[in-house]
């Protein structure tokens, strides 16, 4: 019958949200992750089901944990929000001691619970943005003080990025500290105490940097990648190599050869230098257009958010998907120095797609809650933040 409930809701149009094009972009990044997991890892031990039943195994503890958090009451978890941090600050403090941490090729980023392996500077990125978008959204209007405004957070930022520094982890450091500054200036802080301070934090990475002569060599192989093949831009070398092979259309699944012993981390970090060699420069540009369709996606979902605290925490996990990716697509195509950093959704590791199914259950729940009608006055004070 035309005027029955079942016709209305049939006619009723279909509402496409910046959360459901995030969803759909991230679905399609995971499964595009699991069909390149599978061909980079057959060469390695175990055989490519190995990696690839553990990377089903962390995907679907990742889905529990991103539904938990899609379930729950954001305004409620904030009063764990120092609970959470402390927790991750403990953990980056037990990875540091030995025979605690777990160190591989010279970094101590884990921790064993078993068989399991997590890398606790992963989960610590959630919990800055968490605790920091809890404490901005509290001193909201004290924001222009130097101390509560700008020296408490920053030192916060600060602390989280050398804890992770001195793991070492130059990319986890750099990414916690670009992301805090982001979310500090977004709260309203003054630029004319965040510029100052950005200046001494770059000044003093350049001198971290100039004196570790591993990060060193890689810069130098960064500028000059063909003079360094062999040495320390091997691995960004044979990543141009598997881009130049795979052309347009790709060798096809199974045949690429930069996996076979050529280019190291093929099923983790440089996993998108496999996908070019294999499945072509479309698959390639599909996948750049997926991240760039969520970051343009989640700057318009946070617009309508309720208040600042949802405000700051659902852009920093837009960001932390994001920034992450460029890291990794820059290095991967020699953009940017070589740095180890997993492609969201795509690389093999459980702790990051432990981390990414979190991100994306903030997302959801935000979306599911930003719908219910909320207070003029809420609304107003967030169009004051974002002028």
């Keep these: 019958m035309v005027g029955s409930p079942s016709a209305a809701v049939l006619r009723r149009p279909l509402t496409i949200t910046p959360a459901s094009v995030i969803v759909v972009c991230v679905a399609a990044l995971v499964s595009l992750g699991l ?3 599978f061909s980079a890892s057959s060469p390695i031990k175990g055989g490519p089901y190995a990696y690839l039943y553990k990377q089903f195994i962390f995907l679907a503890l990742a889905i529990g944990a991103g539904w938990l958090v899609a379930i729950a009451d954001l305004e409620q978890l904030r009063k764990f929000a120092w609970v959470a941090a402390a927790l ?9 001691i030995p025979h605690i941490g777990i160190t591989v090729k010279g970094s101590r980023r ?3 619970f078993g068989g399991v ?7 610590a990125k959630l919990a800055l943005v968490f605790s920091l978008a809890h404490y901005l959204a509290v001193n909201q209007s004290r924001l222009h003080d130097f101390w509560r405004g700008f020296v408490l957070p920053l030192a916060w930022i600060g602390l989280f990025s050398l804890l992770a520094l001195v793991e070492p982890d130059f990319g986890a450091a750099m990414l916690l500290g670009a992301i805090g500054v982001m979310l500090l200036f977004l709260a309203g802080a003054r630029l004319k105490f965040l510029l100052p301070s950005v200046g001494v934090a770059l000044l003093g990475f350049v001198v971290l940097v100039l004196n570790n002569p591993v990060r060193l060599q890689r810069v ?9 093949r062999q ?3 091997y691995q960004p070398w044979q990543a141009l190599l598997a881009f130049a092979a795979g052309g347009v259309d790709g060798v096809g699944l199974g045949n690429g050869r930069q996996q076979n012993a050529f280019l190291p981390e093929a099923h983790t970090d440089y996993i998108f230098a496999i996908m070019g060699e294999e499945m072509g420069l479309i698959f390639t540009l599909l996948t750049v257009a997926l991240f760039v369709a969520i970051f343009i996606a989640g700057l318009m979902h946070v617009r309508r958010a309720p208040n600042l605290f949802q405000f700051l925490l659902v852009t920093g996990c837009v960001l932390l998907i994001t920034l992450q990716a460029i890291i990794n697509l820059g290095v991967v195509t020699s953009l940017l120095p070589s740095k180890g950093m997993s492609l969201p959704f795509i690389s093999a590791g459980g702790s990051n797609l432990l981390l990414m199914g979190l991100l994306v259950g903030v997302i959801i729940n935000s979306q599911r809650t930003w719908e219910r009608p909320k207070p003029l006055v809420r609304k107003r004070a967030l169009t004051e933040v974002i002028a």
Excluded: I, K
């Design 35 to 37: 069909v390149v997991l």
């Design 88 to 96: 991750a600050l403990l953990a980056l403090v037990l990875v540091l």
């Design 110 to 112: 884990w921790l064993g």
């Design 117 to 123: 392996r997590l890398q606790v500077s992963e989960f």
């Design 220 to 228: 130098l192989s960064f500028l000059d990648p063909e003079a360094n």
């Design 231 to 233: 040495g320390a831009g």
